[in-house]
């Protein structure tokens, strides 16, 4: 098929939404029709979405008081894998030390369980997550 | 919207069916009806997710946090939850171990 | 509902493409995702989405030579109105003037009569189209 | 991807069945396909729109192409449309005066 071709050139697409918790779902949406373009397989597809979602909620943050944070960037890229990087400037609700706890539930562990090359970056204030997998 | 939540009262447990996507967005909604719940006395909740289409990990915090206050009133809260990539997300953050997940309402309201 | 309230509050989201067309249908996803927060009419956001895919469609052009054209941007907001800019920069393939003929198809027939507030502007080698529409 | 293209033929018209979304990444495919019909000797086409869900301006010029493709063998192009947000696009376009628009294939094939 062409688009299983089309998916081996470099082809990329961001979103960049203000720090609004509805727009997150909308990037979900963004994530699930990228990573399926890279595969049929519904399985890396429920996958993609779930790690963007919650790697853009955890830097969205749960309440409006943030939205003067600045937005929340999302680069997509299909490369040699599949290339994700998430992105805010400005302070980030999940900026805590890797430990903290939110109602018990450790932030990163969602993610560090999920995938396999996912990696966290800090600096001058901003804070990116970067993961990426690999193209079946 | 895209969540839906519907509450019934069933020997001695209230059951939430939840619908849709527990997300960041939404997550606020399921925390405000369990705690009014707790509020009212109701201190045996069964959260049905079997309509869940989406969790994520504000989800799982409002879910640890209801266990949480249904334990301080010496209550229960019980999942059911049929779908794999559901239960998976359970599994990597460890909370499969924290929760008591069924495979359906009867299952759930069986146990004693 | 909490989300028609929210709508009344400045929020947005852009989303960036490379000039790619498998990615228009992507921006579609998102413009029916944003139509659908302002209004749950779904003649509204089909609308919406069809005019957003058309504008982005003319920006991106149908053939992947003009990849290195740069990327198409689409900003959505939700203010007084619904506001849409779709913009890109370099050689636009609809860059033509109006009257030209893809086909037979008039380019700018469909979205002039499908918006009442369409605009197209060009500065400095770009090209805008700029449409909105009032929130019932 | 997102586009589907079946041919049948039938009491001699070729009818092409089109699903999906017809835009500005798919449409080529549904040009090639006319093109290859045409060049074949098929040079009255119905093209069935029925489970098509969605139609931008590269597709309407893909759409008049064929109909001037067929024209110049002294053929026909038939649409198969029942949609009211279709039927909107080829009016807005004044397409709808183009195209002789049917609501069935019985209806289009049909007619003389
Ligand atoms: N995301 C998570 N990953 C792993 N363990 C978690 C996560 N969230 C909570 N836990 C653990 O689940 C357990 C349940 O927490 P809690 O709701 O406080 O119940 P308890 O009353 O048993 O302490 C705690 O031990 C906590 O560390
Ligand atoms: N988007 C459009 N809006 C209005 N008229 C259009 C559009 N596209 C094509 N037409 C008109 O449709 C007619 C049909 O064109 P064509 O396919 O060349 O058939 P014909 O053989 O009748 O000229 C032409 O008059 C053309 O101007």
């Known amino acids: ?136 | 919207m895209d969540l839906s939540l519907e509450t019934r009262h069933e020997g001695g447990h209230t059951i939430i069916e939840v619908g849709g996507e527990i997300d960041v967005y939404t997550a606020p909604k399921l925390r405000d009806k369990i705690t009014e719940l707790v509020g009212n006395g109701n201190y045996n909740l069964v959260i049905d997710m079997e309509k869940v289409d989406f969790l994520d990990s504000t989800g799982l915090g409002v879910l640890v946090g209801g266990l949480k206050k249904v334990r301080a009133h010496d209550g229960s809260m019980r999942l059911i939850c049929n779908q794999e990539r559901l239960l998976k997300i359970f599994r990597i953050t460890g909370l499969a171990k924290v929760f008591a997940i069924h495979g359906s309402q009867a299952d759930a309201l069986a146990e004693r």
Chains 1, 3 share one sequence.
């Open chain 1, 1 to 136: 098929m062409a688009a299983a071709g089309a998916a081996r050139t470099t082809t990329g697409i961001s979103v960049s939404i203000a720090r609004d918790p509805a727009l997150v779902r909308t990037v979900r949406l963004v994530a699930a029709a990228v990573a399926r373009r890279a595969s049929h397989d519904e399985e890396f597809v429920e996958e993609v979405r779930l790690a963007v979602g919650e790697a853009c909620a955890l830097l969205v943050g749960e309440t409006d008081e943030s939205a003067n944070g600045g937005p929340v960037e999302v680069t997509m890229r299909l490369e040699d894998r599949l290339r994700v990087a998430v992105s805010a400037n400005g302070s980030v609700a999940a900026a805590d030390p890797p430990t903290s706890d939110i109602d018990g539930v450790e932030p990163w562990a969602l993610l560090r369980g999920l995938i396999e090359d996912f990696d966290i970056s800090r600096a001058a204030g901003s804070t990116t997550l970067s993961m990426s997998w690999a193209l079946a």
